[in-house]
T-cell receptor, first 111, second 116 residues
Framework: GQQVMQIPQYQHVQEGEDFTTYCNSS?????IQWYKQRPGGHPVFLIQ?????EVKKQKRLTFQFGEAKKNSSLHITATQTTDVGTYFC???????????FGGGTRLMVKP | DAGVTQSPTHLIKTRGQQVTLRCSPK?????VSWYQQALGQGPQFIFQ???????QRGNFPDRFSGHQFPNYSSELNVNALLLGDSALYLC???????????????FGPGTRLTVL
């Protein structure tokens, strides 16, 4: 079945440093979504990418969808303590509608 | 505009017991999905309800069942609880016009279930 993998599992950065998390799917995805979950919270939708090679920006966050639509990345420029949390990518599973989530990358920011 | 709500917030049960979790979707949404999130892992899809029927199901045993009501609210039932069922149970709603896999999932705060 479809698998969605994320690396790294954990990342400690100094405030002001950049951060990148990578997402890889075993199958081609029709779209990929990114979610953020703060400690003790629930996943909150960040963005959806649909087109091959698509790049979207949200302030300091840059999201990319690979040309083959099997991988994606999230890059945060100049991290802040408010960026702390776990970032998940998720894609539709096989031909169905259900989302398969990656294991997430937990970001910790030292002030 | 109320978001997705879930009840209860926390629940403690013992092995073998049964539990019912409840979810009210975001206003205007008719599709409800349930996810199980074990500590330190990503959410795992349990099933999705649309028009009061189970439309999609993940790799979960029959002990996990659900229901959707005419007002789109939903329940998740788990029978014969096991220690491994301890997790955060998340409900997510979506507009459902194109299916949950394409639509953005709006998650509720979750129910933390502990099985002793």
């Amino acid at each position: 079945g479809q698998q969605v993998m994320q690396i790294p599992q954990y990342q400690h950065v100094q405030e002001g440093e950049d951060f990148t998390t990578y997402c890889n799917s075993s199958t081609t995805l029709s779209n990929i979504q990114w979610y953020k979950q703060r400690p003790g919270g629930h996943p909150v939708f960040l963005i959806q990418l649909v087109k091959s090679g698509e790049v979207k920006k949200q302030k300091r966050l840059t999201f990319q969808f690979g040309e083959a639509k099997k991988n994606s990345s999230l890059h945060i420029t100049a991290t802040q303590t408010t960026d702390v949390g776990t970032y998940f990518c998720a894609g539709p599973r096989d031909a169905g509608n259900m989302l398969t989530f990656g294991g997430g990358t937990r970001l910790m920011v030292k002030p | 505009d109320a978001g997705v709500t879930q009840s209860p917030t926390h629940l403690i049960k013992t092995r073998g017991q049964q539990v019912t979790l409840r979810c009210s979707p975001k206003s205007g949404h008719d599709t409800v999905s349930w996810y199980q999130q074990a500590l330190g892992q990503g959410p795992q899809f349990i099933f999705q309800y649309y028009e009061e029927e189970e439309r999609q199901r993940g790799n979960f045993p029959d002990r996990f069942s659900g229901h959707q009501f005419p007002n789109y609210s939903s329940e998740l039932n788990v029978n014969a609880l096991l220690l491994g069922d301890s997790a955060l149970y998340l409900c997510a709603s979506s507009p459902g016009t194109r299916g949950g896999g394409t639509d953005t999932q709006y998650f509720g705060p979750g129910t933390r279930l502990t099985v002793l």
